[in-house]
């Protein structure tokens, strides 16, 4: 009989809840209106309610091997807790895990959302024919996860991966990890609405003055990104300190770990035309792992390529790779 599980992503705004097929076609999703900043107790209860819906009109098709949940935070695997959330302050030192499994009688997993959508990525997406890879999702912040040996490195206390809060300008703008310079200050959507600011701020950035103050479309990467694709020179600068501080990193982690591929996800991905120049400029320099694997040098031994590429499956990589957990867990 074919299994199928439950996935949960708590990363964004509003709660995403998906049912999944062991094959890994997402069989439907729920998306609730409940703003997750609305508290615990809300979330909690719509949560519950959407798993129960989901599972009692999927059982057809197959029997449910448990419930993994993407939360933006760091997570205790031991106790099923929520160590530390920026995002979600009301759900530290609370047992989430144990309270979801009380209410549902089913096995349920924290992950960390960026793990969850590295796993995801690995499972359907970029690297399902990869076993290692290192994953960056660019969204309100930076989240990076590691799959090593088809499985997420979690390291000594499940706190790896943090790949968001490595150091790409000693003195950098401070970031709320409570260090300098981290890549999450430069390759983040927050990020790059505040460069903006301050390259307005500087003057003759007279188009990103424009736009931020137009009421709509609200002031957003999205919208500085489209005026850097339409030439802008001050919106290009701000693309182009993405890809230089998200090309350090990537270079720091290329010689490190001598993985196979590297990807590229969340929402500021889409702007990858913009920034994908400045980000390969800076690896090669910075890399000579990656010019050694990078194909390009007609004179070097022929080494398996190092891969760096955008993800595939968008916002469904989370749901995707919290699915998986359950699934995985359940066959050891
Ligand atoms: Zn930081």
């Known amino acids: ?7 949960v992503d708590l990363g964004g705004t509003n709660l995403r809840i998906a049912a999944v097929g062991e094959d890994g076609k997402i069989l439907e ?34 029997s449910l091997c448990g419930i993994g949940i993407g939360v933006p935070g760091i997570i205790d695997m031991k106790s099923g807790m929520v160590l530390k959330s920026p995002n979600l302050p009301d759900w530290t030192d609370y047992p989430v895990q144990q309270e979801i499994e009380r209410r549902l009688s089913t096995t349920v997993i924290l992950e960390n959302d960026a793990n969850a959508a590295a796993f995801g990525e690995k499972w359907m997406g970029a690297g399902r024919d990869q076993d290692d890879l290192c994953m960056f999702t660019l969204g309100t912040g930076v989240g990076g996860g590691l799959v090593f040996d088809g499985k997420i490195w979690r390291g000594m206390t499940g706190m790896a991966g943090e790949l968001g809060h490595t150091t790409v300008f000693a003195d950098g703008h401070p970031c709320k990890c409570g260090s300098r310079g981290c890549v999450e200050q430069y390759a983040s959507a927050t990020a790059i609405k505040r460069m903006a600011i301050e390259a307005i701020e500087r003057g003759g950035a007279s188009e990103l003055e424009k736009a931020a103050k137009a009421p709509t479309p609200e002031f957003s990467a999205q919208v500085i990104y489209k005026l850097a694709m339409a030439g802008d020179k001050p919106a290009q600068l701000i693309f182009q300190k993405v890809g230089q501080a998200l090309g350090i990193a990537l270079a720091t982690f290329i010689n490190a770990l001598n993985l ?73």
Not at 1 to 7: C, D, E, H, K, L
Not at 45 to 51: G, K, N, Q
Not at 302 to 322: H, M, P, S, V, W
């Open 260 to 332: 196979p591929m590297y990807v590229v996800g969340g929402g500021v991905s889409h702007s990858w035309d913009a920034f994908a120049p400045a980000m390969f400029e800076e690896i090669k320099f910075r890399s000579f792992v990656y010019v050694a694997t990078s194909g390009e040098d007609p004179k070097a031994p022929r080494l398996q390529k190092t891969i760096i590429t955008r993800a595939l499956l968008g916002g469904d990589a989370g749901l995707l790779g919290a699915a998986r957990l359950p699934m995985v867990m359940n066959k050891h």
């Open 29 to 62: 999703v729920i998306t609730t209106e409940t703003e997750v900043a609305r508290g615990r107790g809300l979330v909690l209860d719509e949560m519950c309610d959407a798993i129960t819906k989901l599972s009692a009109k999927h059982n057809t098709n197959g």
């Open 1 to 7: 009989m074919s299994r199928f599980a439950i996935g």
